[in-house]
């Protein structure tokens, strides 16, 4: 496993079936980094994938689209941190886009994204000690220095030219079920 993967786990002090999921995002990222570009081909990568994780059965999306089903209690909004940061730091992925089924947990992500909270998901990691990702919300999104309509998701770059520049991530909540 790489020396970015060992970092993130051990800095976040990720319990087994969360380090389990980190190891296989970068399983996933390893055997098919083709994921990460604007040009793919679906189908090529889905094979690929299919070889590395035989339960795969299929994207059911136009784009690869990975699950993580992990029991409750057990840490995905942690394990959310380590995405980011792992894809952050080992593939300079700056943008992320994060969706809330609800008002509940939407604010619960806001509060753990934010540095010097409770459960500030990027505890231990020492790059995002001295500038923390930026937390771009529904509330202050149009504060934003964003132009022509770029709105920050996981594969889009930002306006630096550093790869190591800071993350952002983008909170939003699902209107369907706001409630």
Do not use: W
């Not at 990222?29 to 189908?43: F, I």
């Amino acid at each position: 496993m790489n020396p970015v993967f060992h970092h993130v786990s051990g800095r976040l002090s990720l319990r087994p079936p969360q380090a389990e999921s980190l190891a296989r995002l970068a399983r996933a990222l390893d055997a098919a980094p083709e994921m990460l570009t604007d040009e793919r081909d679906v189908a090529a990568i889905l094979s690929t994938l299919k070889a590395e994780f035989p339960n795969l059965a299929d994207f059911e999306r136009e784009f690869p689209s990975l699950c993580f089903a992990l029991a409750t209690g057990v840490g995905k909004t942690r394990l959310m941190g380590a995405f980011i940061a792992y894809l952050h730091l080992a593939h300079g992925i700056n943008n992320f886009f994060v969706l809330a089924p609800n008002l509940t947990i939407y604010n619960k992500l806001i509060a753990d994204f934010t540095p010097n909270t409770p459960k500030y998901v990027f505890k231990g990691i020492a790059e995002f000690a001295s500038t923390p990702p930026e937390v771009i919300t529904g509330d202050n999104y149009d504060q934003q220095n964003i132009t022509g309509g770029e709105l920050p998701t996981m594969c889009a770059s930002t306006s630096s030219t550093s790869p190591r520049s800071t993350p952002r991530c983008a909170a939003a909540r699902s209107r369907a079920s706001s409630g």
